[in-house]
């Protein structure tokens, strides 16, 4: 049932927006449409869409963590009025008055009229289904047989390990804490965490995202700024130090880096017809 409504655009003001409009299954649950993702009547918002995988493990959501329960998230995005513009209330109304939904409702939990919490209940259970770890890296982790990492790879895994890691640990490849990134002058005038806690030490501090998927969830960072990881190895290495660690890499450094950084994508995340749309749905 999460399924069904994560791709319908029933949940948008004028049909036209859905969960999957900014959440592709194809670019691991982000977008590359855009660097900043779009919503009702092409109206442009101030942050590109995150990816959305492994989700159970996340303490909070969004890039400025305004959001403390997966639960409570779809709230946000249906009824600000730039993404999908409606409100809960019409959406029940509608859910309501379609007999696919009504149908789904007394399969899925018996009752006989929708209402919040089935809406947001369904929507929670698809978006932790989401699971991604089967990548090269996650398979040579668990020692199959005839997996391992090439020198290149290995050399960016330690590279990783002394210049990442702090940040974006492993298994999930994120601790999900605020950080800055150094990078201003978004024309939104985004403040990032600033805006939930009214802290001036969280001006420009952003959710660290994971590295997993990177091979498909590009552009990167929180405006999408940058269009390949290269671009975003150049920029912190321009830096010349972050976090106490020096970010100073050779281009072949780089290199290596990048080839570590792609053993995180899952072919098979991406490729899950459980998680694509659901082609027997027939809108009504």
């Excluded at 049909?15 to 691991?28: D, F, G, Y």
């Excluded at 450094?253 to 490729?271: C, K, M, N, P």
Aim: aromatic share 12%.
């Amino acid at each position: 049932m999460g399924r069904y409504l994560f791709f319908d655009p029933i949940l948008s003001v004028d049909s036209s927006i859905s969960c999957a409009s900014c959440h592709s299954p194809l670019n691991a649950f982000a977008h590359n449409d855009h660097a900043l993702s779009h919503g009702i009547g092409d109206s442009v918002l101030k942050r590109n869409a995150p990816a959305l995988f492994n989700l159970a493990w996340q303490p909070s959501f969004m890039w400025d963590g305004s959001i403390h329960r997966l639960y409570a998230q779809p709230v946000v995005p249906i009824e600000n009025k730039r993404e999908m513009g409606s409100s809960l209330k019409e959406v029940m109304l509608r859910l309501n008055r379609s007999e696919f939904y009504r149908k789904q409702l007394r399969l899925v939990f018996g009752k006989a009229n929708w209402d919040t919490d089935v809406l947001l209940l369904a929507l929670e259970a698809f978006q932790l289904s989401l699971i991604s770890a089967d990548s090269k890296y996650d398979q040579v982790q668990r020692g199959e047989k005839g997996v391992i990492l090439t020198q290149q790879e290995q050399n960016g895994y330690q590279l990783y390990r002394q210049k990442c890691s702090s940040c974006h640990r492993e298994p999930l490849f994120s601790d999900f804490s605020f950080q800055r990134n150094y990078l201003v002058g978004n024309v939104m005038g985004d403040l990032g965490r600033y805006e939930v806690t009214g802290l001036v030490g969280d001006s420009f501090r952003f959710k660290v995202p994971s590295l997993r998927n990177l091979k498909y969830t590009l552009p990167y960072m929180h405006d999408g700024r940058f269009n390949s990881l290269s671009s975003v190895m150049r920029h912190y290495n321009s830096l010349g130090e972050l976090n106490g660690v020096s970010m100073h890499l050779t281009d072949n450094e780089q290199r290596d880096l990048i080839a570590f950084l792609l053993t995180l994508s899952g072919e098979e995340f991406v490729r899950n017809k459980n998680y694509h749309f659901p082609k027997e749905r027939i809108m009504d």
